[in-house]
């Protein structure tokens, strides 16, 4: 549980500095909460894999960017 966790405060740090840093343009705004929900639900559906993690922030991300076009 604590791997879960500190797995997830980092995913949320991490996009949190990386959005920071740019302007808040809707489509980063969308790729950025897609990264962050899809990192959760992909650590949630693979019981904390980091690969699970990575894949599923990527999709998120993916997703996220194209619906908010």
Do not use: Y
């Amino acid at each position: 549980m604590k791997k879960v966790l500190s797995v997830c405060l980092i995913i949320l740090f991490s996009c949190n500095m990386i959005a920071g840093c740019t302007t808040a343009e809707r489509q980063d705004v969308g790729m950025v909460a897609g990264c962050v929900v899809g990192g959760l639900a992909g650590t949630a559906f693979t019981a904390g894999s980091p690969m699970g993690t990575i894949a599923g922030a990527a999709g998120g991300g993916l997703i996220g960017k194209a619906l908010a076009k």
